[in-house]
Antibody
Framework: EVQLVESGGGLLQPGGSLRLSCAAS????????MSWVRQAPGKGLEWVSA????????SYADSVKGRFTISRDNSKNTLYLEVNSLRAEDTAVYYC????????????WGQGTLVTVSS | QSLLTQPPSVSGAPGQRVTISCTGS?????????VHWYQQIPGTAPKLLIY???NRPSGVPDRFSGSKSGTSASLAITGLQAEDEADYYC???????????FGTGTKITVL
């Protein structure tokens, strides 16, 4: 059974930093690209970042470029999102997501971790 | 501001057929990139409904179907049921962003 379990969310002040983690199990983690998708309270889904299966290729939404860094450790079956210079508009539930092969479609989602940015 | 536009809401009576449009542009749907659809019940993670424009994952009823034409895509639900009441999102890849993009989302209400 595929499982994606996020952790690391919390309440932070503007300008703060944190690292989100996603522990993956139940599939060959190193074979699949992975993504982070977020959802602000009461709002729609927003793609944040993606990383190739090897970790050699990454991409970011313009809204987080230069502030967020996606990475993965295939030996630990874990996906990360380093978030810096947090803003109030970064407040959201952050979902870890497994992409399907050969397409950006997402076939499995984690339960999400809430990041709240407030002074 | 999303590059994929969906109607904010759609409603229908049980048993009816409803459709949700997803309007993009020449840098995403019109460029031939796959379109995927997700269902999200508030408070839960999204669930994949349709991938690659018109393919259903195992376990998704055949009441759900997808199509694409030009720069737009559509999700159709036939035989609408109370359990279909949820938010629905389309997704595609956008070459101008070099990344994925989600639609604005549509809330389906079963009357």
């Amino acid at each position: 059974e595929v499982q994606l379990v996020e952790s690391g969310g919390g309440l932070l002040q503007p300008g703060g930093s944190l690292r989100l983690s996603c522990a993956a199990s139940g599939f060959a983690f190193s074979t699949y690209a992975m993504s982070w998708v977020r959802q602000a309270p009461g709002k729609g889904l927003e793609w944040v970042s993606a990383i190739s299966s090897s970790g050699g290729s990454t991409s970011y939404a313009d809204s987080v470029k230069g502030r967020f860094t996606i990475s993965r450790d295939n030996s630990k079956n874990t996906l990360y999102l380093e978030v810096n210079s947090l803003r109030a508009e970064d407040t959201a539930v952050y979902y870890c997501a497994k992409e399907m092969l050969l397409t950006e479609g997402i076939d499995f989602w984690g339960q999400g971790t809430l990041v709240t940015v407030s002074s | 501001q999303s590059l994929l536009t969906q109607p904010p809401s759609v409603s229908g009576a049980p048993g009816q057929r409803v459709t949700i449009s997803c309007t993009g542009s020449s840098s995403n749907i019109g460029a031939g990139f796959d379109v995927h659809w997700y269902q999200q019940i508030p408070g839960t993670a999204p669930k994949l409904l349709i991938y690659g424009t018109n393919n259903r994952p195992s376990g998704v009823p055949d009441r759900f179907s997808g199509s694409k034409s030009g720069t737009s895509a559509s999700l159709a639900i036939t035989g609408l049921q109370a359990e279909d009441e949820a938010d629905y999102y389309c997704q595609s890849y956008d070459s101008s962003l070099s990344g994925s993009v989600f639609g604005t989302g549509t809330k389906i209400t079963v009357l």
